[in-house]
C-alpha cells in the first residue's frame, strides 16, 4: 500500500497499513476444500464466485449450498445470497426453477417470506 502513496505526506504514512495480502484463486480449489470451511456464509459465498461464471455447474451445486444456510439466518441473509444469484449470474428460469425445486421445504418457505 505504501508504494501506491508515495506522493502523500509523511505523517500519514505512518497510518497506512502495511499487511502482507495472500491471494487463494478459487478455480484451483477443489470441492472438498470449500466444503471444509467451517463459516457458513464463507463457504456459501465463496462457492458462488466459484460457479458464477458456469450457471449449469452452479445449478448442481446449489441445492448442497442453500441446504447448507442456516434456516434461522436473518431474512437479510437470504435476501443478499438470492439477490447475488438473481443479479451476478445468468440463469434461466430453467435454472431457476431446477434451483428451487429440490430445496428443503423448511428454507424454501423462509426463501418465499423474505424475498
Known sequence: ???????????????????????????????????????????????????????????????QIINSID???SKNYLRKFFVYILEAVELTEDHILEIFEPINPKIKIRIYVNL
Do not use: I, W
Not at 508515495?6 to 484463486?25: D, I, R
Not at 465463496?46 to 460457479?51: A, C, E, F, I, N
Open 1 to 63: 500500500m505504501a508504494d501506491l502513496l508515495k506522493t502523500y505526506p509523511k505523517a500519514l504514512m505512518e497510518y497506512v497499513p502495511n499487511y502482507k495480502s495472500v491471494f487463494v484463486g478459487l478455480f484451483g480449489l477443489t470441492d472438498e476444500s470449500l466444503n471444509q470451511l467451517e463459516d457458513n456464509a464463507l463457504r456459501t459465498y465463496l462457492s458462488l464466485q466459484r460457479y458464477r461464471y458456469d450457471p449449469n455447474a452452479l445449478v448442481k451445486q446449489m441445492q
Open 71 to 73: 434456516p434461522y439466518y
